[in-house]
């Protein structure tokens, strides 16, 4: 093959490079025909499983919309004096609240996108000043009406309805 090239003025380093550049074309061409040739298996339990969809339910009411723009929020919470060793500098937790509010209201979608900062910091205080204990043996329901209550609280444009978590986590080492 080098003879071949050395007929039209090549020297051996040139057919080397030409050798790699068509070893690396005929590769990209084989991978992107085989990438676009792959049936893509897009059902909601493989997205659930792959962690690509964060929620698949919608609010029971079909006159509410979700806000799940608040994201993953890491606390820890209050230490418990009284609990494990671990418990003494309080304990990792990992939420992801998404908010339930009238579906037809932009203008409130609008100030709910505004204030994500002053949600995230009231979700972080509430689990922040409660200790694993009191979050454990509390209800739920009254925790997310404790929670409504004091977001609603910071909300001019219209009232949100319910909470609900789609991670509830905590970090035990």
């Not at 992801?96 to 900062?117: C, H, I, M, N, T």
């Amino acid at each position: 093959m080098l003879k071949y090239f050395a007929k039209f003025g090549f020297k051996k380093t040139d057919c080397f490079l030409l050798c790699i550049i068509a070893i690396l074309i005929i590769t990209i061409i084989a991978g992107t025909f085989a990438g676009l040739s792959k049936k893509k298996n897009q059902t909601p339990q493989i997205l659930l499983q792959t962690g690509k969809a964060r929620n698949l339910n919608e609010p029971v009411n079909s006159d509410l919309v979700a806000y799940y723009e608040i994201g993953k929020i890491r606390v820890i919470t209050e230490p418990d004096a009284s609990g494990k060793k671990s418990d003494k500098n309080g304990t990792p937790m990992v939420i992801s609240p998404w908010l339930a509010y009238p579906q037809e209201d932009s203008v409130f979608f609008e100030e709910l996108a505004r204030k994500r900062g002053v949600i995230r910091g009231i979700f972080s205080d509430y689990f922040s000043t409660h200790t694993k204990n009191q979050l454990l043996s509390e209800t739920e329901t009254k925790s997310v009406e404790n929670l409504i209550e004091r977001i609603n609280s910071q909300l001019s444009l219209g009232k949100i309805s319910d909470i609900y978590f789609t991670d509830y986590l905590f970090l035990d080492y």
